[in-house]
């Protein structure tokens, strides 16, 4: 198994920033597998937010966070970041960071991971 703890989510006024962080433990993998990020919003359901491969060489953004949210991870730590800025109140939600143990696959699809954290909660006031 794969424990996954997200933090640093919080209260941020519009325009602010946040940066989100997931450290990894427990199950040791021969490779460093895709870690993406993911949110989900009262009402609404779980939406791809970014993703990001072994060696950061592939990348992905949902369209409504790109030029806004950066993602990085830090292999020696296994952790991933997600650096947010410029934060809209249309991004408050839940923010979940997940795993795929697929090598080399790097895809938007939530049930494609199978580790995911608790979440943290980010909200954005107007």
């Known amino acids: 198994q794969v424990q996954l703890v997200e933090s640093g989510g919080g209260l941020v006024q519009a325009g602010g920033s946040l940066r989100l962080s997931c450290a990894a433990s427990?199950?040791?993998?021969?490779?460093?597998?895709?870690m993406g990020w993911f949110r989900q919003a009262p009402g609404k359901e779980r939406e791809f937010v970014a993703a990001?491969?072994?060696?950061?060489?592939?990348?992905y953004y949902a369209d409504n966070v790109k030029g806004r949210f950066t993602i990085s991870r830090d292999n020696a730590k296994n952790t991933v970041y997600l650096q947010m800025n410029s934060l809209k109140p249309e991004d408050t939600a839940s923010y979940y960071c997940?795993?795929?143990?697929?090598?080399?696959?790097?895809?938007?699809?939530?049930?494609?991971?199978?580790?995911w954290g608790q979440g943290t909660q980010v909200t954005v006031s107007s």
């Open positions: 997940a795993v795929d143990s697929i090598p080399a696959r790097v895809t938007t699809n939530p049930g494609l991971y199978n580790y």
């Open positions: 427990g199950r040791t993998f021969t490779f460093s597998p895709t």
């Open positions: 990001i491969n072994w060696n950061g060489a592939t990348i």
